[in-house]
């Protein structure tokens, strides 16, 4: 059997209509097929690889980390200096109260890792999610997912886990001195690309900040310079109390964090010792990358050009058949009628060379989250074939 007989018979799916290419390699903003075609990749991994596939950078720090140690020892025990490293460099670039980070293996898993630090920390029960939210697949963060659709056959779930809904003023209500957290989405992904009102989120901090629930933004799409700062919440002039990050974290390797102030880390030390607890979170390989990608974003310059970027895709996508285009930096999404339609649009651009996707709760948007080197001629390049297979519908 070939690789392809071989991946639909003995590796686990995900649904019953994988796309079943066959990479054989990547590199910058393409990916190579084993039938010799070549993919624009319109989607990092879906906010995975910021600064491309395999970046010269992050190559060589996989390679030397990988031969000078790997797995050690569980985590926390032993001073790695890919991990110190990397901790250092992350709190160098955030606010002064999230100077404590948790490495854990993806963003589903800094999920779990937040809402225990929220229950442990505040001693309450309860934790608020958001309607069309997503935040992994993991028991604790399906819980805490916004679509009863993702739910339902999982159930029961986590007790005192329930959802309000964004931009609602009177849900805030709901924000008691039960809470310990309410976790939220700095720009909500899976639901199409929705932002805060500013005006909503203000209230939202001081609504936490009045019952001593902590409040927790997800930028694990969202964070790492896809929306045209550093962090998304930059933009709103608040800081959470706890961040999860994860997919762009690694620079194309498995990586996710909580990072909260280390007052309210240490509660994880004791009652009980070893409160939170992980083999392979915080790999050194993997931290390696991270640090490698994350200073290779910074110096490259690329997240001040994000907004031009955003700017000629919107200029440039314009169809009848595009009802309108959301977006926060290069985090976009394009809703047209169905999905139905959407998936022709999809399926049309791969068969002509470039890769895109659909959302988990907006499945009538069309996904676009390029690596953030994309260039302006790769942009013009990728809206004239999504025009063209709008003009086959």
Known sequence: ?????????????????????????????????????????????????????CHPAV??????QAATYMHLLVYGELVQSPQVAYAYTLTQH???????????????????????????????????????????????????????????????LLPETRHIRQNNMDDLLQITARTAAVMLETVMGEAGVRKPDAAWLQALRARCTETGALLIFDENQCGLGRTGTLWAFEQYGIVPDIVTLGKALGGGMPLGAFVAD???????????????????????????????????LLSSGVI????????????????????????????????????PANKKVIDYCIEKGMLTDWFLFAADCL????????????????????LEALDTL
């Open 304 to 339: 001040g050009e994000v907004a031009q970027k955003e700017r000629l895709f919107h200029h440039l996508l314009r169809h009848p058949r595009i009802k309108t285009v959301r977006s926060a930096g290069l985090m976009m999404a394009v809703q047209l009628d169905d999905f």
């Open 262 to 296: 280390r007052e309210v880390m240490w509660v994880l030390t004791h009652n009980p010792v070893l409160g939170h607890i992980t083999t392979f979170g915080g790999h050194p390989v993997s931290c390696a990358a991270g640090l490698a990608g994350f200073e290779a």
């Open 59 to 64: 190559v060589k720090a996989i390679q030397e």
């Open 1 to 53: 059997m070939n690789n392809r007989q071989l991946f639909l018979r003995h590796v686990a799916q995900t649904s019953d209509a994988p796309l079943a290419l066959e990479i054989t390699h990547a590199a910058g903003m393409y990916m190579y097929q084993a039938n010799g075609k070549r993919l624009l990749d319109l989607i990092a991994g879906i906010s995975v690889c910021n600064m491309g596939h």
């Open 367 to 386: 996904r676009i989250a390029p690596p953030l080197i994309i260039s302006e001629a790769e942009v013009k390049t990728a809206c004239a074939l999504i």
């Open 94 to 156: 955030l606010p002064a109260t999230l100077n404590s980070v948790y490495f854990t293996n993806s963003g589903a898993e800094a999920t779990e890792g937040a809402m225990k630090l929220a229950k442990r920390y505040t001693g309450r029960p309860e934790i608020i999610g958001f309607e069309n939210a997503y935040h992994g697949s993991t028991q604790g963060a399906l819980s805490l997912i916004g679509e009863e659709s993702m739910r339902a056959a999982y159930r029961p």
